[in-house]
């Protein structure tokens, strides 16, 4: 995607937490970044590596941390947006540096980072692309070091389970909230941006092919209104119980490692 596509108005009114980003000035994460930065486990003095900054805030919670934080995106809003952040950051007990870079050829030394976060970047990058940036987050990672993905929509809820819940809608007249393109739900933007959505088997064998091995795991998010209970009882089912929760569950998230 041409790094123009990623404006400021997209990191501050359709990236991922940008709501708690602009409520808190980057002090608090939304519950998909909150769950996804705990996966982490990071601690001071370690030497981070945020691939896909964004707005900075990912950063400026590693360095409070004391761990040394690195981010690079390759949008110039996302850069403009995290040095802003990194002027604004007081009482971090780490360092923060911010640059412009792609994540196919990054522009640090091998095996120098104890953690490398890939937080809703995944599904921005062609396949190829994929696989070029996961082969150099591979050699900047430390032999004992990680890897944490957060990817969504899960590919499989987009092509077999948003048909059934889209008709389901609509029966109940409420079809106006789900157009028929699914990366075009609540947030429209996304079928420009959107090239590469990950289900947990695809993620896994991405991750495989560039030397990782991994756990992957599907999640959702609350949904944040009520429904009759009927309605709840349904989606319980769909997202607690296999095989539906494969097709239902809506996030992907994985912590990988490099294969000895």
Same mark, same amino acid.
């Given at each position: 995607m041409p790094s123009a596509?990623?404006?400021e108005e997209y990191f501050l009114t359709a990236c991922e937490g940008y709501d708690e980003f602009v409520r808190s000035e980057?002090?608090?994460?939304?519950? %998909? &970044?909150?769950?996804?930065? $705990?996966?982490? !486990?990071?601690?001071?003095?370690?030497?981070?590596?945020?691939v896909g900054c964004g707005r900075g805030e990912i950063?400026?919670?590693?360095?409070?941390?004391?761990?040394?934080?690195?981010?690079?995106?390759?949008?110039?809003?996302?850069?403009?947006?995290?040095?802003?952040?990194?002027q604004n950051t007081s009482g971090a007990r780490g360092k923060i540096g911010v640059a412009q870079a792609?994540?196919?050829?990054?522009?640090?030394?091998?095996?120098?980072?104890?953690?490398?976060?890939?937080?809703?970047?995944?599904?921005h990058l062609h396949p190829w692309e994929l696989h070029e940036a996961l082969r150099?987050?591979?050699?900047?990672?430390?032999?004992?070091? %990680? &890897?944490?993905?957060?990817? $969504?929509?899960? !590919?499989?809820y987009d092509r077999y389970a948003y048909p059934f819940v889209r008709a389901f809608r609509r029966l109940l007249g409420q079809g106006a909230r789900y157009p028929a393109n699914p990366r075009a739900f609540l947030v429209n933007v996304n079928q420009e941006v959107h090239v590469n959505e990950q289900s947990m088997?695809?993620?896994?064998r991405a991750l495989a092919k560039a030397g990782f091995r991994?756990?992957?795991?599907?999640?959702?998010?609350?949904q944040g209104r009520q429904n009759p209970l009927?309605?709840?009882?349904?989606?319980?089912?769909?997202?607690?119980?296999?095989?539906?929760?494969?097709?239902?569950?809506?996030?992907?998230?994985?912590?990988?490692?490099?294969? %000895?």
């Open positions: 596509r990623y404006t980057g002090e608090h994460l939304s519950r %998909r &970044l909150s769950a996804a930065f $705990a996966l982490a !486990a990071v601690e001071a003095g370690m030497n981070v590596l945020d950063l400026r919670h590693c360095a409070k941390l004391g761990a040394n934080a690195y981010g690079i995106d390759y949008a110039v809003a996302a850069v403009q947006l995290s040095k802003e952040i990194v792609d994540a196919k050829r990054l522009p640090f030394p091998s095996g120098y980072f104890d953690r490398v976060l890939l937080f809703d970047v995944v599904e150099e987050i591979h050699r900047v990672l430390k032999p004992d070091g %990680r &890897l944490i993905v957060h990817t $969504a929509p899960n !590919a499989w088997l695809s993620l896994r991994s756990r992957v795991w599907l999640d959702s998010p609350p009927w309605i709840d009882l349904l989606r319980s089912f769909a997202f607690h119980v296999p095989p539906f929760r494969w097709f239902f569950e809506r996030e992907v998230f994985a912590v990988a490692a490099k294969r %000895r």
